[in-house]
């Protein structure tokens, strides 16, 4: 199976500053990547869809000028919390779609963003 | 490497009938087990959990099986129905308390009429 892989796992930053999460498919072309954003109790909201080559798909509520999706290759799509503020504090966690079964995914380890 | 696996890419069920979803790990640190149910062009959600102190733990028509021996995990549901026609996907994680999930790759589960 695909392997996926973000950087960094952890990062603290000030509160106003920008923070910048990569999504690695590293042995596989993913046209569509998936951002979530992990609640307590685990539970996952799906943030947006990143298409490579065109602009993502957010989701209702999600703020598309705070969270900057850029999927510019096929192996790589990123996600820019801008002007981070405490509340943005999550774990962050994307998947590849595709591969050779339709609705399989393969997900990151994620990313622990705290916002000081 | 996948730590954790679904073997079965699709699973169809008669509506009415039991559906059983099953999923292997190979750490034997995980200590705590989640199922998650997706539909189309929506994010997982949290279906059912388990912590490895258990073996079985139930839900309404949501069952899961922990064989800690055998590293596997086992989602039934029953009576089965359209609605439940998804793909689930089960996730481990080292400790109730730590974000890190691992994910399986997920299973299309179709309830026909």
């Known amino acids: 199976g695909a392997v996926v892989s973000q950087h960094p796992s952890r990062v603290i930053c000030k509160s106003g500053t920008s923070v910048k999460i990569e999504c690695r498919s590293l042995?596989?072309?993913?046209?569509?990547m998936f951002w979530y954003r992990q609640f307590p109790k685990k539970s996952l909201m799906l943030m947006a869809t990143?298409?490579?080559?065109?602009?993502?798909?957010?989701e209702q509520g999600v703020e598309k000028d705070k969270f900057l999706i850029n999927h510019a290759s096929l192996t790589l799509s990123t996600l820019t919390v801008t002007s981070a503020h405490p509340e943005d504090s999550s774990f962050y966690i994307c998947?590849?779609?595709?591969?050779?079964?339709?609705?399989?995914?393969?997900f990151g380890p994620g990313t622990r963003l705290t916002v000081l | 490497d996948q730590q954790v696996k679904q073997n079965s890419p699709s699973l169809s069920v008669q509506e009415g009938r039991i559906s059983i979803l099953n999923c292997d790990y190979t750490?034997?640190?995980?200590?705590?087990f989640l199922w998650y149910k997706k539909y189309p062009a929506e994010g997982p959600t949290f279906l059912i959990s388990?912590?490895?102190?258990?073996d079985k733990n139930e839900d309404g028509r949501f069952t899961v099986f922990l064989n800690k021996s055998a590293k596997h995990l086992s989602l039934h549901i029953v009576p089965s129905q359209p609605g439940d026609s998804a793909v689930y996907f089960c996730?481990?994680?080292?400790?109730?308390?730590?974000?890190?999930?691992?994910f399986g790759t997920g299973t299309r589960l179709q309830v026909f009429p």
């Open positions: 750490n034997s640190m995980f200590d705590y």
């Open positions: 998947s590849v779609e595709g591969g050779r079964l339709v609705d399989e995914q393969f």
């Open positions: 042995d596989f072309q993913a046209t569509t």
């Open positions: 990143s298409n490579e080559g065109s602009k993502a798909t957010y």
């Open positions: 388990i912590s490895s102190i258990k």
């Open positions: 996730a481990a994680s080292p400790d109730y308390n730590t974000d890190k999930l691992i």
